[in-house]
């Protein structure tokens, strides 16, 4: 099965699971909101060469670990670090946290969300259970949707973070970019809101945020809206020092970042030690995205593999 079809399997109807799920990811999204966007606007970017204060040492701990990690990785020249992400297949448990920490730092409207997390059901009667792969942009090294659109409009970064232009990648420049997208990962933003036809739209919609390093609002048609929008790391957190918004707001350490050409970063120990796979690897486009898949739980003989 390709994710395309694991992508026709998803049960978007919110389920009790999922309305608990929601319920935690609320409390999770605030949590990693407050410790990312705190940290976020006192660290010094990389930009600037800095690497950041140092962080106390918490034994075990995933995100201070990846935290720490990113600070070294950001004392490095941009060409020399090369971010990736990791998930734990095995520990999703589909809570949809970092599908609303995302909307809520990107600020994506109705039509359209960087990340999914998409629901495959796994194994016989009465054995069944469910497998989740989030998902969102690979940033691929081949970038197929760089190939569908004029040289400049989408660029590949030294870092490894495929870059969309906003003031370039509209109307059928960015159909195309979504067309090529194997992995669906690309929309078009409408400029509509969640709450539209309600008393007001509400103020969490309207706020300005940062993106590509530029602050934006999508008020009355402002950038990015008519642009084609895409997952991009969290480049704005990633370059001040703090980790992306679903990394911090996973509550079962399902979600992992950092730096590849690091040997001892925990991604590259993760890639090390457990059996992963990319989605599409196959097509040469080299996606930047791991899925972790040793033996998934609960399900003999069963992974990610056989989907896909
Ligand atoms: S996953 Fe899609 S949008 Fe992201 S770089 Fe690859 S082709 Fe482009
Ligand atoms: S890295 Fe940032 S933009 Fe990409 S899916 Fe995660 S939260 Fe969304």
Redo the contacts with the bound molecule.
């Keep these: 099965m390709h994710d395309e079809e694991v992508m026709q399997s998803v049960q978007d109807k919110p389920s009790r699971r999922g309305v608990v799920g929601l319920l935690a990811a609320g409390a999770a999204s605030v949590a990693g909101w407050v410790f990312g966007g705190t940290v976020a606007r006192r660290v010094p970017t990389s930009r600037g060469g800095a690497a950041g204060t140092a962080l106390p040492v918490v034994p075990g701990n995933r995100l201070v670990a990846m935290q720490q990690e990113l600070h070294q990785a950001l004392a490095k020249p941009l060409s020399k670090r090369r971010w990736v992400m990791v998930v734990d297949t095995r520990a999703c448990i589909g809570c949809q946290a970092c599908v609303i920490a995302c909307r809520a730092e990107n600020v994506t409207g109705p039509a359209g969300s960087y990340r999914r997390v998409p629901e495959a059901p796994a194994g016989r009667f009465p054995n069944l259970t469910n497998v989740f792969m989030p998902t969102n942009?690979?940033?691929?090294d081949d970038?197929?949707?760089?190939r569908a659109v004029p040289a400049g409009m989408?660029t590949k970064r030294p870092d490894g973070i495929?870059e969309f232009d906003y003031t370039q990648l509209k109307g059928r420049y960015a159909e195309a970019?979504a067309k090529?997208?194997?992995?669906r990962?690309?929309h078009i933003d409408d400029g509509k809101f969640f709450t539209d036809g309600t008393p007001a739209v509400q103020a969490y919609e309207r706020r300005s945020f940062v993106e590509y390093q530029n602050v934006m609002n999508r008020n009355a048609g402002g950038t990015p809206v008519g642009a084609a929008r895409?997952?991009h790391f969290c480049l704005h957190r990633v370059e001040g020092g703090v980790l992306p918004a679903c990394v911090t707001s996973c509550i079962s350490n399902a979600m992992y970042f950092g730096d590849l050409a690091d040997p001892a970063s925990t991604v590259s120990e993760l890639l090390r030690t457990q059996r992963s796979i990319r989605i599409h690897e196959e097509a040469g486009?080299e996606?930047r995205v791991y899925y972790v898949e040793d033996g998934l739980q609960g399900v003999p003989g069963y992974a990610c593999a056989t989907c896909h």
């Design positions: 942009c690979v940033q691929c970038p197929p949707c760089q989408i495929v970019a090529a997208c194997p992995y990962a690309v895409k997952c486009i996606p």
